[in-house]
Nanobody
């Protein structure tokens, strides 16, 4: 299975932007889907955005128009560009990579949106 490492989190003011990176290594040729999730304190983990190996993307409604998921195959990296950030976007963001054998998870990166 692939190994997954997130980066790019931080502290940002409302309305600001951040770009998260999900670096993939190991057995990446069979990855079917890469999904960004987030988990806020006291809440369940929720899907934020996903991208398939065919390039199809999907987003949760609350981030549509603000977040963009993309990938750079040459760098084996999937990005989550987040704009117009809101306090309710505060969470630990996790990247996952799925293949036929299962799902690999990263350690997560904290995103805090506050004034």
């Amino acid at each position: 299975q692939a190994q997954v490492q997130e980066s790019g989190g931080g502290l940002v003011q409302p309305g600001g932007s951040l770009r998260l990176s999900c670096a993939l290594s190991g057995s990446i040729l069979n990855i079917l889907m890469v999904i960004w999730y987030r988990q806020a304190p006291g809440k369940e983990r929720e899907l934020v955005a996903g991208i398939s190996n065919g390039g199809t993307t999907n987003y949760r409604d609350s981030v549509k128009g603000r977040f963009t998921i993309s990938r750079d195959n040459a760098k084996n990296t999937v990005y989550l560009q987040m704009s117009s950030l809101k306090p309710e976007d505060t969470a630990v963001y996790y990247c996952s990579a799925s293949d036929i054998r299962g799902v690999s998870w990263g350690q997560g990166t904290q995103v805090t949106v506050t004034s």
